[in-house]
Structure formats: C-alpha cells, structure tokens
C-alpha cells in the first residue's frame, strides 16, 4: 500500500512501484512471522547525540527510538503527530509530517531526539510536510485521499520556521518531496513518479533547477558525504536496495534483498528489515 512518505501516483502506478517504495505501514514483517519488533510507521533514520544510528518509528500508538540492537527509548512531545521524514546531526533534530486526523503540515524540533517541541503548524489548508533537511521542509496541499496537489515549502530562519514560495517544482506538484539534503551551495531534493526520481537543485530553497534523473530508483534519502551527493533507494521494479552517488555508478549495499530504504543518518544508509534498524557505509 502506499502511505504519507510515498505519495498517491494512482491505481495503475501502484501495483508497477509499491515494491519499491520506502518502508511505512507496509514495512517488512520479521522471517519468524511474529510483528511485534514491527513497527507500523517509520519516520527515518537519525544520529542520536552519541553518534548512534537510531530509527525513528511508531509502535503501539508511541513515537520511539529504536537502534540497531532492537532497543526501544519512548519519545516524548509527539502526540498527535503522523511523522513523515526526520533528520538529525546529533546536536538538533527536525521532524515533519502533519497533525493527525485532517492533516496540518508541521515541524517538530528536538535537542536530543527523545524530547520534542512544536516548532511550527501551517493553517487554513489540508497539507503535510514530507521532506526535510537542513533547515528546508517540503510538503504539499492535498487531496482528501493525500494525493499531492501544490508544493509547499518552509525555511528555518533566525526567527523560526517561515513558508516561503516554491517556483520551478510545479510540474511536480502532483509528487510528493521523498528527500532534501543540503549541497555545497543549497540544496537538492527529490521526488518519485513511476519511472524514477526527478531531482531539482537550489540555491535558495525558493527557486529550483531541474537536474539529471535517476531513473529505475525510487530515491529515499540524500545526504552530503565528503563533498558529493549520496543516496539510497530501492529499485523501482523489483525493489532490490540500491545506493550510489550522483554522476556516478550506482551499487547494491551490504544488507538483504527485501531490505528497505529509510535515509541516511551521517555517513551511513538505514534500511528496515526482518523487523529491524541495519546501517551501512552510505556508498561504497
């Protein structure tokens, strides 16, 4: 099934890329059949102050932490929230996504990724944020069934969080944002269609420039590494892991076949399977 971190792209496009999306409501069940270790909504990866990867997911009605070993910290401040995209440096964190019930994009903020504070709620339309990075959030109005319908964006400022007019994405308004991660001079985001991600770049997060796609993957996060763009996906027919980086060759990462994409924490690629949270170098 598709869900809020993947977009509605419509019923024939959904039985061709659903395999290929991120990890949602439709995460991968452990091997032993047992769901309880799964969680039903997956936010993303995120570096907790220790320089732990940590993922990020709802379980049992609670947003949680959950590493690499499988243990659990309950987070606090996130009632309410049907988190989409979350990112993290290990000094502040960013979460986004909307309010439950009708959906009103927001930003949540945290010092330490277990406490966490409204930072900023959009009013007077049905939207939600996707994607953030680096003080950008993308999102868009929607549709009653979630569909993207208008691109939105906000910037962080000195004085908090600020919508700012988005020109150049609308011919992508009907895709929702999957990643944004900051560049050597801006930023660069995605976004999914059922041949794979078109990707824009930016200067100023309010004017965007249409870049080479990647087509055959559906992108779940990008990252800046050592001065180039990474990302990691999965393909789009038959949703075998993939990560690389951009303007160069794309390889299958050390982790399972059925593994899922769910962003990049630092250096490293998070995947979700077997019912659990496995990192990797981001590209190799």
Do not use: Y
């Amino acid at each position: 099934m598709l869900n809020r971190r993947t977009f509605v792209l419509g019923a024939a496009a959904t039985a061709a890329i659903t395999s290929a999306l991120p990890a949602h409501a439709a995460a991968a069940a452990p091997a032993s059949g047992d769901t309880s270790d799964n969680p039903g909504s997956t936010a993303g990866v995120l570096l907790a102050p220790d320089g732990t990867p940590l993922l990020l997911a709802q379980r049992d009605g609670q947003w949680v932490l959950v590493d690499e070993t499988g243990s659990v910290r309950i987070t606090d401040g996130l009632a309410g929230a049907d988190l989409v995209d979350v990112t993290g440096d290990g000094a502040a964190f960013t979460a986004v996504g909307a309010v439950s019930g009708d959906p009103i994009a927001t930003i949540w903020e945290s010092a330490d990724a277990v406490t966490w504070r409204e930072a900023r709620r959009l009013h007077g339309v049905r939207s939600e944020f996707t994607a953030v990075g680096n003080g950008l959030a993308l999102g868009s109005v929607v549709k009653r069934e979630r569909a993207s319908v208008v691109r939105i964006a906000a910037r962080r400022t000195a004085s908090g969080w600020n919508t700012v007019p988005v020109r150049g994405l609308e011919w992508t308004d009907g895709l929702s944002a999957t990643a944004v991660a900051t560049t050597a001079d801006g930023w660069i985001a995605a976004a999914v269609d059922i041949s794979g991600t078109v990707l824009h770049t930016s200067r100023d997060g309010v004017t965007w420039t249409t870049r080479p796609r990647l087509d055959g993957v559906a992108v779940r996060g990008l990252a800046l590494v050592d001065g180039r763009v990474h990302w990691v996906g999965n393909e789009i027919v038959d949703a075998t892991p993939l990560t690389g980086v951009l303007d160069a060759d794309r390889t299958r990462p050390a982790v399972p076949q059925d593994a899922k994409a769910l962003g990049v924490a630092g250096t490293r690629s998070g995947w979700f399977t077997g019912g659990r949270l496995i990192t990797v170098e981001a590209a190799r």
